[in-house]
């Protein structure tokens, strides 16, 4: 008698915890584009904190007033765009977009109207 294979939810339930013991980060394919932005969730204070440091390392001038990222003038907003260009300019590793837990790491461009997310 054949040995039944593993349900769909069983093997999905294996992978994700895969994933937890890997240290819970994803990777990403060779070659695929990721950006850095503010966690929805992270307080005012840890995003204020980030563009802080961020600001300390890269060139913020692109959130500054008359700039394509200085609108909408919001915290997250403009800590996202900060942080990207720190992740961005620092070898886009994991650990440049951390920011103590309240960076995360995405694969869709995060780019509005002229404001563009760098990705070099």
């Known amino acids: 008698m054949a040995a039944a ?4 939810p069983i093997l999905s339930i294996f992978l994700l915890l895969l994933c937890f013991n890997l240290g819970g980060t994803l990777m990403v394919a060779s070659g695929q584009k990721t950006w850095c932005v503010a966690k929805p969730s992270s307080s005012d204070k840890e995003v204020q904190d980030n563009m802080v440091y961020a600001c300390s390392h890269v060139k913020c001038e692109i959130i500054r007033d008359g700039y394509p990222c200085s609108i909408p ?3 997250i907003n403009q800590a996202s765009v ?3 260009l720190y992740y ?6 994991p650990w440049n977009c ?3 837990n309240s960076g ?3 694969l869709t461009d995060p780019s509005y109207g002229d404001c563009q997310y760098q990705y070099a």
Do not use: Y
């Open 88 to 93: 961005q300019q620092n070898g886009r590793n």
């Open 98 to 100: 951390d920011f103590k």
């Open 73 to 75: 003038r919001t915290l």
């Open 82 to 84: 900060v942080m990207n």
């Open 5 to 8: 294979s593993p349900s769909l």
């Open 104 to 106: 995360l790491i995405v």
